[in-house]
């Protein structure tokens, strides 16, 4: 089956710094890549949908410019939190579309 | 796309089949019904899908009610790595993306 990488697995950054998660789609080509995020004993909430070549599109609420997110190839997007601060603590999970969703292992975000 | 409830959590025994009800009342003609598993701290993972006919794959059985207002999905015969949240989701027709709506599914723990 289609396989979603994501690096890093988890990372730890202080409160101010930015930050930068890869999504890649491995042995496929997704023009379309979401990114989801989910809060402890929460359900996923997708935050963005990725369009290679194409500006993202925001789900209502979310910063487009805290959450900066370039796709820029057709197995690879980034998402980067900028200005990070502790309540951005999450697990962040990107998915790549492929006549349906396939989900990375997701990237364990914790800011101190 | 339609709305889905399942029962918050359901317990099985080893060995045993696993049945995960699904009600979807106001799905619409060209909506399917799309089950993933999200094991903790990973990414979702996909299990089936169907439109109106019971389907079959290595991992599961999807059995759809004839008025399509709910679904059933069976796993034959439940492992201890089964245990996991398990969601229910109706999206549209597969010409094209549409986002996944995830709810809260249900949590299957399986037992010794």
């Known amino acids: 089956g289609a396989v979603v990488s994501q690096h890093p697995s988890w990372v730890i950054c202080k409160s101010g710094t930015s930050v930068k998660i890869e999504c890649r789609s491995l042995?496929?080509?997704?023009?379309?890549m979401f990114w989801y995020r989910q809060f402890p004993k929460q359900s996923l909430m997708l935050m963005a949908t990725s369009n290679e070549g194409s500006k993202a599109t925001y789900e209502q609420g979310v910063e487009k410019d805290k959450f900066l997110i370039n796709h820029a190839s057709l197995t690879l997007s980034t998402l980067t939190v900028t200005s990070a601060h502790p309540e951005d603590s999450s697990f962040y999970i990107c998915?790549?579309?492929?006549?349906?969703?396939?989900f990375g292992p997701g990237t364990r975000l914790t800011v101190t | 796309d339609a709305k889905t409830t399942q029962p918050p959590s359901m317990d099985c025994a080893e060995g045993r089949a696993a049945n995960l009800p699904c009600n979807h009342s106001t799905i619409s003609g060209n909506e399917y019904v799309y089950w993933y598993r999200q094991i903790h701290s990973q990414g979702p993972q996909y299990i089936i899908h169907?439109?109106?006919n019971n389907e079959t794959n290595e991992m599961a059985s999807l059995i759809i009610t004839e008025d399509r207002k709910s679904s059933t999905l069976i796993l034959p015969h439940a492992t201890l790595r089964d245990t996991a949240v398990y969601y229910c989701i109706v999206r549209g027709g597969n010409s094209g993306y549409s986002t996944l709506t995830f709810g809260k599914g249900t949590m299957l723990l399986v037992s010794p």
């Open positions: 042995d496929f080509q997704a023009t379309t």
């Open positions: 169907g439109l109106k």
């Open positions: 998915s790549a579309w492929l006549g349906f969703e396939y």
